[in-house]
């Protein structure tokens, strides 16, 4: 009897049948990826200053349900909602019991987040304040500090993808 004529299993049958997106790799990494990736700048707290984000209950749901169709690349940002977006998905990924090594994360790091949620890095004069120093930016000990803090948002060991929110003219390329 051939491969081809073997039932599958119930579990991959079912895994299939959910499956509705499509896979592909990252450039060179090996790393593959759903195709969409699913964004997850719009989480956060709705009664801050940005009104439109989808607060935790929301954010939670629709991570479980991406997840459950086979989207299971989610990118966010340790900027996005001043950490929040972060703090959804780590909390998505424990509540739901999902496999860490089944989904796929990409997070950002340049700007600093804020202590509280009204410190917004992206509109306010961090760089100048004693709090904040080596928490923003792309030196050495602002990107090991971004990592950090992310991990801890995120609940887990390690970051799939880590990307440069934008370019930092103070920190040569090398």
């Given at each position: 009897?051939?491969?081809?004529?073997?039932?599958?299993?119930?579990?991959?049958?079912?895994?299939?049948?959910?499956?509705?997106?499509?896979?592909?790799?990252?450039?060179?990494?090996?790393?593959?990826?759903?195709?969409?990736?699913?964004?997850?700048?719009?989480?956060?707290?709705?009664?801050?200053?940005?009104?439109?984000?989808?607060?935790?209950?929301?954010?939670i749901s629709l991570l479980k349900a991406a997840y459950d169709r086979g989207?299971?690349?989610?990118?966010?940002?340790?900027?996005?909602?001043?950490?929040?977006?972060?703090?959804?998905?780590?909390?998505?990924?424990?509540?739901?019991?999902?496999?860490?090594?089944?989904?796929?994360?990409?997070?950002?790091?340049?700007?600093?987040?804020?202590?509280?949620?009204?410190?917004?890095?992206?509109?306010?004069?961090?760089?100048?304040?004693?709090?904040?120093?080596?928490?923003?930016?792309?030196?050495?000990?602002?990107?090991?500090?971004?990592?950090?803090?992310?991990?801890?948002?995120?609940?887990?060991?390690?970051?799939?993808?880590?990307?440069?929110?934008?370019?930092?003219?103070?920190?040569?390329?090398?």
């Amino acid at each position: 009897m051939s491969t081809s004529q073997r039932p599958l299993p119930i579990s991959l049958a079912s895994s299939l049948d959910s499956t509705k997106c499509e896979y592909r790799q990252l450039g060179k990494s090996g790393l593959r990826v759903s195709v969409p990736i699913f964004g997850c700048a719009g989480f956060g707290d709705p009664t801050g200053i940005r009104p439109w984000v989808l607060g935790e209950e929301e954010a939670i749901s629709l991570l479980k349900a991406a997840y459950d169709r086979g989207i299971n690349t989610w990118d966010t940002a340790n900027i996005y909602s001043n950490g929040l977006s972060e703090t959804f998905i780590g909390k998505a990924i424990k509540k739901h019991a999902i496999p860490r090594e089944k989904v796929v994360l990409l997070t950002k790091c340049f700007w600093a987040v804020g202590e509280d949620q009204s410190v917004q890095h992206a509109m306010m004069p961090v760089e100048k304040s004693k709090d904040y120093q080596n928490m923003f930016g792309l030196s050495r000990a602002a990107i090991f500090n971004a990592v950090d803090a992310s991990l801890r948002r995120l609940d887990t060991t390690y970051i799939d993808v880590l990307q440069v929110h934008r370019f930092d003219p103070g920190v040569p390329i090398e």
